[in-house]
């Protein structure tokens, strides 16, 4: 039986961009003020990071599923996903202030990185699982261009201190892999998730 739509649980602007892109009605699905959402993006040591994303997915949508009972929801698909940028073993995940964005953006220059995406959808019998690995080198960069973008405010909030989609892209030497999946959300990949799901965009 396909679905009308799915929630998403995610307060990402891209990842609803990404997914109104290829016409899938969704419904938002956020945390409340009781749960701790960033307690999910805990890291672990020795652990990689494509196992991590992994795991962070997982728990954002077992969390996302029990706040779909929780609110007695009307039942539908429920999709979740994460990113993280590593350089090497180290993951950089949402700089927390100026200085530290600065730090990620300066380790960054000049050199190839990787970006994870894990994707998760539960169709309310199982679920379905897909990661995206894309490689992103990014051009020398100046002191003063690092400076300029963050104080421009927009490394805040994302994985590796850098959004693909915004003026970040100036920076960006060559990409292997998934333009989408960088932004946040691998529409192959989540395609493929969702139409396993019984979900069909809207405009079919």
């Not at 999910?40 to 954002?60: C, F, H, I, M, N």
């Not at 100026?98 to 953006?105: G, V």
């Not at 060559?174 to 979900?199: Q, Y």
Request: hydrophobic share 45%; net charge positive.
């Amino acid at each position: 039986m396909p679905h009308a739509f799915v929630y998403l649980a995610s307060q990402s602007p891209r990842r609803q961009q990404l997914l109104a892109q290829i016409g899938v009605r969704f419904e938002l699905l956020l945390p409340g003020a009781d749960e701790d959402a960033e307690a999910l993006e805990a890291t672990r040591a020795g652990e990689s990071p494509a196992d991590y994303v992994q795991r962070v997915t997982r728990a954002k949508l077992g969390a996302a599923r029990a706040r779909l009972r929780r609110r007695g929801l009307a039942p539908a698909p429920v999709l979740c996903a994460d990113t993280t940028v590593a350089l090497g073993r180290r993951i950089l995940g949402k700089p927390a202030d100026a200085a530290e964005a600065r730090r990620m953006l300066h380790a960054l220059a000049g050199r190839t990185h990787r970006v994870h995406t894990a994707v998760a959808l539960h169709d309310g019998r199982r679920a379905h699982a897909a990661l995206s690995t894309s490689h992103v080198r990014v051009a020398p960069l100046a002191a003063a261009d690092i400076d300029a973008y963050v104080a421009g405010g927009e490394p805040f909030g994302k994985a590796g201190a850098y959004g693909i989609q915004g003026a970040f892209a100036a920076f960006v030497a060559h990409i292997a892999g998934s333009h989408s999946g960088i932004m946040g959300l691998p529409l192959f990949e989540t395609a493929n998730l969702l139409r396993a799901a019984g979900v069909r965009p809207a405009s079919r």
